[in-house]
């Protein structure tokens, strides 16, 4: 059973259509939940890390939120800049120091001129 | 600061072969990991390492996969032999204490054929 899933997989705006990607989770104990993005050939970018239901976090064009299921990625006017896949992750409350995160697929976002 | 250093960039093997992928973490980061990513899927956690001691491998491979972290800093991960399905970008991360998400680096590409 998948723990964290990502709506939808590909996702093509216009530029300056506003947009939510989804990503909904199953843990037994969140103790944060990170929103990273990843261009063609490169490793995972860290945006934002939400711990508690309600919290939001903004950096330019986007805006994380979280609620007790799932987190939202909000992004305001994009720019064809903002193309790249948004990676959502998990990580839980484990013992021994193990702080791993567990990702969904992704989202693959194009913005078009 | 300089980010996580990973060589090589690209690998191509034979099935049954071995090989090695080698990452150098930011400096002072005590927290490292290796993440295998497969197309069109996110990073899974393989190993991770706090100094030089593991933490958590329990996604490990470890009739084919080994990896260590001599001394606490530099690490080296091994796969022995490689079979079609390890086709993937192995992703190396570290991080200190910062709750704000893990530094990547840009991964090796490895395809087996």
């Known amino acids: 059973e998948d723990q964290v899933t990502q709506s939808p997989e590909a996702l093509r705006l216009q530029e300056g259509e506003s947009s939510s990607l989804n990503c909904s989770y199953t843990?037994?104990?969140?103790?944060?939940l990170f929103w990273y993005r990843q261009d063609p050939g490169k490793g995972p970018e860290f945006l934002f890390t939400l711990y508690s239901a309600g919290e939001e976090k903004e950096k330019e064009r986007l805006k994380a939120t979280l609620t007790k299921k799932e987190s939202f990625l909000h992004i305001t006017a994009p720019k064809p800049e903002d193309s790249a896949t948004y990676l959502c992750?998990?990580?839980?409350?484990?013992?021994?120091?193990?702080?791993?995160?567990?990702f969904g697929k992704g989202t693959h976002l194009i913005i078009q001129p | 600061e300089a980010g996580v250093a990973q060589s090589p960039r690209y690998k191509i093997i034979e099935k049954r072969q071995s090989v090695a992928f080698w990452c150098n973490p930011i400096s002072g980061h005590a927290t490292l990991y290796w993440y295998q990513q497969i197309l069109g899927q996110g990073p899974k956690l393989l190993i991770q390492f706090q100094n030089n001691g593991v933490v958590d491998d329990s996604q490990l491979p470890k009739d084919r996969f080994s990896a260590e972290r001599l001394k606490g800093v530099d690490s080296t991960l091994k796969i022995q032999p490689a079979k079609l399905e390890d086709s993937a970008v192995y992703l190396c991360?570290?991080?200190?204490?910062?709750?704000?998400?893990?530094?990547f680096g840009s991964g090796t590409r490895l395809t087996v054929v």
């Open positions: 992750a998990v990580q839980e409350w484990a013992g021994g120091g193990a702080d791993g995160l567990t």
């Open positions: 843990v037994s104990g969140l103790r944060g």
């Open positions: 991360a570290s991080s200190s204490d910062n709750p704000n998400g893990y530094t």
